[in-house]
């Protein structure tokens, strides 16, 4: 039986080009630009670049091991609450929603999402402590560091090269969470927007687990204003909720309203700057969350 025209290697990989040409704004990151990787690959036949990456990150042992790991390490957590694992899938799902309104390169984003934590110790930050003191000699320890040194080293994907051989766009997006004070080249805008849905899905669950830990109440937290404005809208549209459901719902409004105003900010930023290819970040500058929202420096 002889393959149609259609599903040919080369055909495959021309779609993914000409559906990222009509899909992406000028200034995403195209795979089809992708400045490879360190040990050169054959083309997959059917997945672009940066869908490898995410694969191969998905498939790693450290990023199974994510899920035995948590932010905070106490012995009262079950079950319910995050661990970094989930943190990682909250954080892609959140990541792709923007990146997709701001016609970003999704697979990149994807692939970036779920890579940033993938350096994390056991014990929470308690174990990132005690490292960082036990290698104080060599540097310290740092947790975003270590996840260049998983890929680029420690994980074994075949007998050819070390480490997972990923994208250059994955690693330095990666690389720029290292020392971000000392960065002299802003990040692209799929790094960035990673950086905004990291902070908007910790923003949320760390109000839904101290809430069900019972280390906090909603009633103390709505000393934040931006708690006390979910409070509000909630209470605008329900009369009465169950507090379980209350919190939930609070978590919800959390991540909602931060988008929306992340991506309200970040669309007026874009149009004011003229932004047209992914090379203009070098030019204006990084694009940054703050309390404000997106701004450029």
Known sequence: ????????????????????????????????????????????????????DRDRIIHSSAFRRLNGKMQVFTGEMGDYHRTRLTHTHEVASIARTIGRALRLNEDL???????????????????EDALN???????????????????EEL????????GLNLSREVLEGQATRVEKDKQTLPPLLEVQVVEAADSI?????????????ELVTLEELAEVSLIQHCLERIGSRFHQLAPNIQRRAVVHEL??????????????FLQKSN?????????????????????GH
């Open 109 to 127: 984003i994807e692939a970036l999402a779920l890579f940033h934590d993938i350096g994390h110790p056991p014990f929470g930050h308690a174990g």
């Open 155 to 162: 994980e074994i994907r075949d007998g050819d090269n070390p």
């Open 275 to 295: 932004w047209q290819d992914p090379d203009e970040s070098f030019r204006i500058g990084p694009v940054e969350q703050t309390g404000n929202g997106f701004t």
């Open 255 to 268: 991540i909602d309203l931060q988008v929306s105003h992340v991506l309200q900010a970040a669309e007026t």
């Open 201 to 213: 899905t910790y923003d949320a669950h760390d109000t839904d687990d101290a809430v069900k830990l």
């Open 1 to 52: 039986m002889n393959a149609s025209p259609s599903s040919s290697p080369n055909n495959h990989l021309q779609t993914i080009a000409e559906r990222e040409q009509k899909l992406l704004a000028s200034y995403a990151t195209f795979s089809s630009q992708t400045q490879g990787r360190k040990y050169a690959e054959p083309d997959h036949p059917y997945r672009g670049p940066f869908q490898r």
């Open 133 to 151: 003191l036990c290698l104080e000699a060599e540097g310290g320890f740092s947790h975003n560091q270590y996840a260049l040194t998983i890929a």
